[in-house]
C-alpha cells in the first residue's frame, strides 16, 4: 500500500550532529509556523556561568536576525533552553535554526570554557497547533523560574526576554 502523503525529507529530520529527530510528516518546519523548541545542556548547569549564558542569549536573538525568524520570547534555565519562534516568510527549516546556533554557540563555550560539548545532540520541539495561541506558550515558557522556585516573579530571573505583549 502506498501512501500519498509528502515525506519530510531526510535534511530536515536531521538535527545537530547528525542525530535522528522526531518530526511530523506534515508539518512544513519552514513554513509560518510558531515552534517552541528546547534544547538541553549536555551535562551540568553550565548557564549558571553568566558569561556562559550571557554568550547563550546573545546567540538567541542573533539567529533571529541572521535567519529572518519571528522570536517571541525565550528561557535560559541552568540546564536548557527554551525557545518560542518561527521561520515566517524565511522558509528557513528550524533544522538549520538549530544546527547554526548550537554550532556557533558550542564553539565559543569551547574556546572560553574548554568544555567540547555543549548542548546534547537532538533538541525537542513542538509546533503549536492552531488552537495554542503564541502569547500561552510563551507564558509557560517564562514561569519556568517560577516553577523551579528561582525567582518571584517571571520578570526578575535575568536570562528571560519577551518580544510580545503578555
Not at 522558509?91 to 544546527?99: H, I, Y
Not at 495561541?133 to 525567582?151: G, K, T, Y
Not at 535575568?158 to 503578555?166: D, G, N, R, S, Y
Request: charged share 30%; aromatic share 10%; net charge positive.
Amino acid at each position: 500500500m502506498t501512501s500519498d502523503r509528502k515525506k519530510t525529507p531526510l535534511r530536515d529530520l536531521l538535527t545537530y550532529g547528525g542525530s535522528r529527530a522526531v518530526r511530523l510528516d506534515d508539518c512544513d518546519y519552514g513554513a509560518d509556523v510558531d515552534i517552541h523548541v528546547t534544547l538541553c545542556a549536555e551535562c551540568g548547569k553550565p548557564f549558571e556561568r553568566p558569561e556562559t549564558a550571557r554568550l547563550v542569549c546573545d546567540n538567541v536573538e542573533y539567529y533571529r536576525t541572521k535567519l529572518g525568524y519571528r522570536l517571541y520570547g525565550y528561557c535560559l534555565m541552568p540546564d536548557h533552553l527554551h525557545v518560542l519562534l518561527s521561520p515566517t516568510d524565511s522558509r528557513v527549516p528550524v533544522s538549520r535554526w538549530l544546527r547554526e546556533f548550537k554550532s556557533f554557540t558550542t564553539n565559543r563555550n569551547q574556546k572560553a570554557n574548554g568544555e567540547p560539548h555543549l548542548w546534547q545532540r537532538s533538541a525537542h520541539d513542538h509546533i503549536c497547533r492552531k488552537a495554542e495561541a503564541a502569547d500561552a506558550v510563551l507564558r509557560s515558557i517564562v514561569e519556568n523560574p517560577l516553577r523551579a522556585a528561582l525567582v518571584e516573579r517571571w520578570r526578575d530571573w535575568p536570562w528571560t526576554k519577551v518580544f510580545i505583549e503578555l
